[in-house]
């Protein structure tokens, strides 16, 4: 079959086949050959599943997790998912294990950390999968820019604005024909795929919060690109927009004066 088949999708499906078909058919001949006949079989299939419930609880979790898996597609080998608190890559399923290329731990983003991840397949049925690729391949993602009030504000307005829709234009034209196929199929409301922008009047500056969206493998990316093209254009307008910090200026220090008392007896 390796020899016939060329496409490496169809041939690792069939390789997982064959290899959940071959444990079946030890497991069948092994009991008719100890039983003696086909009358005993079904009283030894009864006792044999009672055992094994009980001793390998965990295993058979793992071999019922991996049909579920594969029949109802919860993941595949490629997606991107957070199963048990670890955040990865799939990179293989086999009849008892999910292995991930884990993202994430001590390094910043969704970035590679560089360790593999085996995980029991048991742990679809113990909480829930988070999938970053099934359906929708996008995210919403949102950062923060502070900026001072004596700014022109409109102006700011107009240079995030503009950077945002130059640089995920081809994110937003993608994700939209993708959202429909979501909103169609599930229960769900529409929602806005174009970036948007959100202003609150904090104690110290007016905060700008843009929400935009973004293909879930370039979130780290992308993030930077709209940065740093928002602040270039900031710095083009001369002082006219400024960010705000949270450092503090001292004006000016007030006199004090000390007079010392002398006391006589």
Do not use: C
Not at 12 to 40: C, E, N, P, R, W
Not at 173 to 201: G, R
């Amino acid at each position: 079959m390796k020899k016939n088949l060329h496409d490496n999708a169809i041939k690792y499906k069939a390789q997982k086949a064959i290899q959940v078909i071959g444990y079946l058919l030890i497991v069948l001949i092994t009991i008719s050959y100890f039983t003696g006949s086909i009358k005993d079989f079904g009283l030894a299939m009864g006792l044999l599943t009672a055992g094994i419930t009980i001793t390998l609880q965990e295993l058979i979790l793992s071999i019922a997790g991996s049909f579920y898996i594969f029949f109802v597609r919860v993941y595949k080998p490629g997606d991107r998912i957070e199963l048990n608190g670890i955040k990865g890559d799939v990179i293989d399923i086999d009849s008892m294990y999910t292995t991930m290329m884990e993202i994430g731990e001590w390094v910043s983003s969704d970035n590679y950390s560089g360790r593999i991840v085996k995980l029991s397949n048991a742990f679809v049925f113990k909480g829930p999968v988070y999938n970053y690729s099934l359906d929708f391949p996008f995210v919403w993602d949102e950062f923060n820019l502070p900026i001072r009030y004596d700014s022109d504000l409109e102006l700011a307005k107009k240079i995030v604005i503009s950077v945002a829709q130059e640089a995920l234009s081809e994110y937003v034209q993608d994700s939209i024909a993708e959202w429909k196929e979501v909103v169609s199929k599930y229960y769900i409301e529409d929602a806005e795929v174009n970036p948007t922008l959100a202003i609150t009047m904090t104690d110290n500056w007016v905060q700008f919060n843009l929400r935009y969206i973004v293909d879930y493998k370039k979130r780290r990316a992308t993030k930077h690109l709209l940065n740093e093209s928002i602040g270039k254009r900031i710095k083009e307008t001369n002082g006219k927009v400024q960010l705000a910090s949270a450092t503090f200026e001292i004006v000016n220090i007030p006199t004090v004066e000390i007079k010392e008392s002398t006391n006589t007896k």
